[in-house]
């Protein structure tokens, strides 16, 4: 099991950028496919991005291709994820976790405390 912690959250308006940041503590990430899910006010989670633990790009879901862009960074243990063009319907908390592909689809574990995100318009 691996502690993630995220970071890079904050405030801004409709257009603008933000970079989460996902570290852990005590472990590498390194051997590990990393991605983001999201939790928006009254909706059930949505799976984001699934970065696998080469740095290739597993899974984006439809509705941030083109605005948002995950990498890693091995020598820093982190793994990143660019967000531009944010909506407002981009407003939640944001948690980093393992990723896999299962039975129904990518599915994720060990989420961290997560990082919110507000969008305002």
């Known amino acids: 099991q691996v502690q993630l912690v995220e970071s890079g959250g904050g405030s801004v308006q409709a257009g603008g950028s933000l970079r989460l940041s996902c570290t852990s503590r005590?472990?590498?990430?390194?051997?590990?496919?990393i991605g983001w899910v999201r939790q928006r006010p009254g909706k059930q989670s949505e799976g984001v991005s699934c970065i696998n633990s080469s740095g290739g790009n597993a899974f984006s879901a439809d509705f941030v291709k083109g605005r948002f862009t995950g990498s890693r960074d091995k020598a820093k243990n982190a793994v990143y994820l660019q967000m531009d063009r944010l909506k407002s319907e981009d407003t939640g908390m944001y948690y980093c976790a393992t990723c896999w592909y299962g039975v129904g689809g990518y599915e994720y574990e060990d989420r961290g405390q997560g990082t919110q995100v507000t969008v305002s318009s």
């Open positions: 005590g472990s590498s990430l390194n051997d590990y496919a």
